[in-house]
């Protein structure tokens, strides 16, 4: 495939008119190589049939080369290649590159497209079912402390399993590889006792040191994690014996039990420190239905844990691909393979099957009116906010004017779009904004008290309470002191109150109070769903709406 970029780089560079004078200098120049191999390129072109080349006696003539292959067909024939040999980086590096026109771009995508999906092949005599899956997160790792993403975290909890998890039921706790627990009349003590013989992935009988360990590890770290504000008031983790643990809070919180069906709060061995948290974060052992075990900068295959003490998944393999942009799907007549699309685009997805789950995202922007500067001003708040909203507005005449240096939009690249579309808004209203974009890391640093206006996300899901609790804490983090203890004092008595839907409540009023003191401003919000072909089967989600790769299987064909 090398060759082919070779020629792309020429094309790009010296095509157009049917005959090109150049000189072998040139030719070195552009394809960044010496004198010598330039030529032993150029030859290799010439035995193709993809170029001619009339070379000119003398250092420094103009040789004649005349390009007989369509840029287009030599990228399609190099895409198809990187296609076959699974080199999924290089054929999506090449469609973005290469490709000039969008009929191109079709063809290029439909080749992918069959990539992905249901793969069944016999090996000796068994059937194995591969399930390929595109993701628009980049993996980095599993490791349930480290986890940033939710396409990471999807992987992880495949991966690993917590002490409780979440049923299809709104709000409904079940056992996980604790089979029952209870709690003091304090609600402060919970002990938890564990099923016995589950194994991890590398052969080692889950014991409760194992969870001693996992929260132990939680505590002590200085990492800013999701739910921080939850493992950080846990007092003491206890082994009573090799099957029960006993986990003391510092005061009661109604959220705990919530908290221990994320995946951060899976169970990891505890001789994790022999392995290294750098290996483990993309060679993980858990106790889940599906293993790791290849992990690379744009795949992650996991393969069926057939000791997995729920049962057994169906499928036998999972690839999970990074795709940095949208795969639109193709009818199914057309015979794709691509079985299972999560967030489907509009388009071309009529023939299919579509669920939705219980899940949405949505985006919105809030103010920084801790930092000193012109945000601190409600009424110039109210007009920036006012911008972003379709409906016509007065003409803003406060007596202060427009802010003199430019608004700064602090977000992670998972939202630089939404940043990009308010900044766009803003200048039409005569706003200067400029977007900084930053790790998901270093989006919890100081970044966020150093700008105007903070671009987040919060996925409504089964764990929606507890994502709420933690973005009015960070929320609280960059508004005036007034207005952080009222936050503070309703997300206190939030976290002593047992009934759910009186918690509900008390975010509505925290979110209609930031919203009239135009601290919070909703862009918008988008349901999740997932579609598929007729000949799936088992399609559930998970408590984050994404698909549940455990009960999903393709009936053989008869």
């Excluded at 469609?95 to 969008?102: A, L, M, Q, V």
């Excluded at 709104?170 to 938890?192: N, S």
């Excluded at 009988?205 to 493992?231: C, G, K, N, P, W």
């Amino acid at each position: 495939m090398k060759l082919h970029s070779q020629f792309l780089k020429l094309h790009s560079h010296h095509g157009g008119p049917a005959e090109v004078l150049v000189t072998l200098d040139e030719l070195a120049l552009t394809l960044g190589c010496t004198h010598r191999n330039a030529l032993h390129v150029i030859r290799k072109m010439v035995e193709m049939n993809w170029i001619t080349w009339t070379p000119s006696r003398g250092r420094g003539r103009r040789s004649k080369l005349v390009f007989l292959a369509a840029s287009e067909d030599i990228a399609l024939e190099s895409m198809m290649q990187a296609i076959s040999s699974k080199d999924i980086s290089s054929a999506l590096e090449g469609i973005r590159g290469h490709t000039r026109t969008s009929a191109l771009q079709d063809t290029l995508q439909g080749w992918l497209l069959a990539y992905f999906g249901h793969h069944a092949e016999m090996q000796s005599d068994k059937r194995i079912d591969t399930l390929r899956l595109p993701v628009t997160q980049q993996l980095h790792t599993f490791d349930p402390l480290y986890m940033n993403l939710l396409a990471e975290s999807f992987v992880s909890s495949h991966v690993f399993d917590g002490l409780v998890g979440r049923s299809g039921e709104r709000g409904k706790v079940i056992p996980g590889l604790a089979h029952a627990w209870e709690t003091d009349e304090a609600r402060t003590a919970w002990t938890f006792h564990l099923r016995k013989e589950v194994l991890f992935h590398h052969g080692k009988v889950l014991t409760a040191e194992d969870v001693v360990y996992s929260f132990e590890r939680m505590m002590s770290t200085s990492q800013r994690t999701l739910y921080s504000y939850i493992f950080k008031e846990i007092q003491e983790v206890k082994a009573l014996n090799a099957s029960t643990v006993r986990i003391l809070l510092k005061k009661p919180n109604e959220l705990f039990l919530p908290f221990l069906c994320t995946s951060r709060a899976a169970i990891v061995p505890r001789d994790l420190q022999s392995i290294g948290e750098n290996i483990f974060g993309r060679r993980p052992a858990g106790t889940g239905p599906f293993k790791v075990v290849e992990m690379s900068e744009d795949t992650c295959v996991l393969e069926v844990f057939p000791y997995y003490f729920q049962g057994r998944a169906h499928l036998d393999r999972v690839e999970i691909i990074y795709v940095p942009w949208g795969l639109a799907p193709g009818p199914s007549e057309t015979g794709s393979g691509f079985h299972v699309i999560p967030n489907p685009q509009a388009a071309g997805t009529g023939s299919l099957s579509k669920i939705h789950s219980e899940s949405s995202v949505r985006k919105f922007v809030t103010c920084n009116t801790k930092k000193k500067g012109p945000l601190s001003d409600p009424l110039l708040r109210a007009d920036i906010l006012s911008c972003l909203h379709e409906a016509p507005r007065e003409p803003f005449t406060h007596s202060a004017g427009l802010p003199a240096a430019a608004l700064q939009i602090a977000t992670i690249p998972q939202y630089a779009g939404d940043a990009e579309y308010i900044a766009a808004r803003l200048k039409q209203h005569g706003y200067a904004c400029k977007v900084v974009s930053v790790s998901p890391e270093e989006f919890k640093g100081p970044i966020r008290l150093q700008s105007d206006l903070i671009v987040f996300s919060l996925l409504r899901d089964q764990d929606e309470q507890l994502r709420l609790y933690d973005l009015y804490l960070t929320l609280s983090q960059h508004i005036e002191p007034r207005t952080r203890a009222d936050i503070e004092g309703r997300l206190h008595m939030i976290s002593r109150e047992p009934d759910a839907a009186a918690r509900t409540e008390g975010f509505r009023i925290i979110e209609d109070s930031l919203t009239r003191d135009h601290q919070l401003h909703i862009l918008y919000e988008k349901p999740a769903e997932t579609a598929y072909l007729p000949s799936v089967r088992g399609v559930t989600f998970n408590s984050q709406g994404w698909v549940d790769l455990r009960h999903l299987w393709f009936p053989p064909e008869l």
